[in-house]
DNA sequence: TTGAAAGCGCTAACAT
DNA sequence: ATGTTAGCGCTTTCAA
């Protein structure tokens, strides 16, 4: 292992120039630059980021915590997260909650001890309630799922005008019939991503005039391709009769599109279906999928922003809401 | 910010009865034990890992580099590192190579700097050549693409068999006209998944007495759905005839299934198509994916268990190469 | 512009 | 079973 020390013994200087030199701090004069560069490159010295932690209190690192990567929209998050962060100078340590809140409340915990400095908290579970754990954490932005009021940082996506421009795109496409296929929650839960895209599917039936029927609300266990397939497939048997569906994410647009597929229902002649994320994959199923694409570019490098921000500056200030903007993008699947 | 000092002086110890009773070393008497524990509570004692990084030289951190993690196949290879290396006690950074041997040959450098105790890198495009560098860097185990003879650790895919198996699968599926989806490489390149793959769908031919076609050879610039569908849709536009694909991945495998139906071709009625990974989403498609599923637990876990052991125990062993074994999962898309 | 000294928080090695 | 000492490799602070 070659330390500072040993590099500036070779150019004979002191550690202080050397780090001056790596670190293009303070000025240095050419020569000693050409000394010590020389060295650096005749040792293969390379810095022990250890010690720079131990001694400066930051590391470089960003955590990432998401519910799983094997969900497709977080795992193009996470590559977002990930492209961006390296831009700024950051490397990226990811956690995997598991969509649970204790797995939410260790990431934020966790942060602490775990060198970071920062995190990026892509919850579904955490609530208001915890929002005392948040404050005393590291800097962390929220990203894209609930609402937090005045406590954290928060990139929000655009739930509620998302889902009600979903449910008016069917209605425009003649749909008379339109079901709702999410995971259901707690109704008295108030910062839900699934509470605000129900609200936003019964705005956008109110806007047309329609009645919401709750034969039409899907039975979905959790947001999984394989539930949704499961739960569309229960309500064809049990004869109801619809002619749209507004799926709360694509992964559970994708499974209707199966589960209607074994029951020997056409997308979009016998049913229109419409998702939530545009993940890449919406563009390349059978039939496409027509889906709410909300800005993801502008969310990471949002979400960084405001982190890096409150990394380099740690004078407390109140926290900011910021929803991202986004496109209905129509596909085959609403035809 | 609490260091283990105030916690030491709470419980009228010195820092090392803490630091063995936070680690579980030598023995403490159940008195101190208390003592440290109560005034932990207390404090709300958080260790420093940079400072024990310094002094022991071990971070907990291993990297994980792979080309994106927009590929599907990638993001579930890295939450089910990220799960098996929790279970381990090992958190995960993430690095995005790009699929460019720059990206990763700094993943290889970079970790050396990154505090990572070990890497597994997912390479495709770093060779022998490279094996110097592999050498030097921290404990290192590949990860299913490329071959490399004794140099280093790797996981390897069952490239050749799997699609020998598809191939042939195929074949007992009544085809006689089967295209190769790839992007293609230099042939000359030994080590390479894609001709590994290439050399497998050849031997499925032979095992059939079937000849094999340059025409059927599909022209996919990367491996992406776009490029794959683009590819597809030129070899339909140019008039040849063909009843069965096999694609080089799952997401190739979905861009031809977008592109034939883009071209009106239906599958599997007029061609078959079978694919490599067996990602999630192969389940639910429509048609559903026929592909090779190798073991991914298997994969990772032994991945895992081969870093954990090199980085415990530094003394230089031959690399060893494990292959892992698949299943075809026959589905709607060759039926 | 450069260097010397001190110390970040922890643990290995050595006392007791 | 517990404590003392020294030092991991860097940067901050102060002095020259």
Not at 17 to 41: C, F, M, P
Not at 83 to 106: C, F, M, P, S
Not at 267 to 273: F, I, L
Request: with cysteine; charged share 20%.
């Amino acid at each position: 292992m070659v330390t500072m020390s040993d590099v500036a013994r070779l150019a004979g200087v002191s550690t202080m120039t050397v780090s001056n030199v790596i670190n293009g701090r303070r000025s240095v004069s050419q020569d000693l630059r050409r000394r010590v560069l020389d060295a650096v490159r005749e040792t293969g010295y390379t810095m022990n980021r250890s010690a720079r932690t131990l001694r400066t209190g930051t590391t470089g690192v960003i955590g990432l915590a998401v519910p799983s990567l094997d969900h497709m929209y977080f795992a193009e998050l996470g590559s977002r997260v990930i492209a961006k962060a390296a831009e700024l100078g950051y490397r990226v340590a990811v956690q995997q909650t598991g969509a649970h809140i204790e797995g939410e409340i260790d990431a934020v915990a966790m942060s602490h001890t775990l060198d970071c400095d920062g995190l990026i908290l892509s919850a579904i579970e955490i609530g208001p309630e915890e929002a005392a754990l948040l404050n005393r954490s590291i800097p962390l932005v929220l990203l894209g799922e609930r609402l937090y009021g005045e406590a954290v940082d928060h990139v929000a996506m655009p739930n509620v005008e998302g889902t009600r421009a979903a449910t008016v795109h069917l209605v425009e496409q003649g749909c008379r019939r339109i079901a709702w296929a999410s995971n259901a929650v707690p109704e008295d839960d108030q910062h839900n991503v699934v509470i605000d895209r129900l609200l936003g599917y019964r705005r956008g039936l109110a806007d047309a005039g329609l009645r919401e029927d709750p034969e039409l609300l899907v039975p979905v266990d959790q947001p999984t391709m394989a539930d949704a397939a499961a739960g569309i497939a229960q309500m064809v048997r049990d004869g109801v009769e619809f002619d749209g569906v507004v799926a709360v994410t694509d992964a559970v647009a994708f499974g209707v599109m199966r589960g209607l597929a074994n029951a020997g229902l056409r997308v979009p002649q016998d049913v229109r279906v419409i998702g939530f994320d545009d993940v890449q994959h919406a563009q390349f199923s059978v039939p496409s999928l027509s889906t709410i694409a909300p800005d993801h570019d502008w969310m990471v490098t949002t979400a960084l922003t405001l982190l890096s921000e409150r990394i380099k500056d740690h004078s407390p200030r109140p926290g900011r809401e910021l929803v991202a903007p986004f496109r209905l993008v129509a596909r085959e699947s609403t035809a």
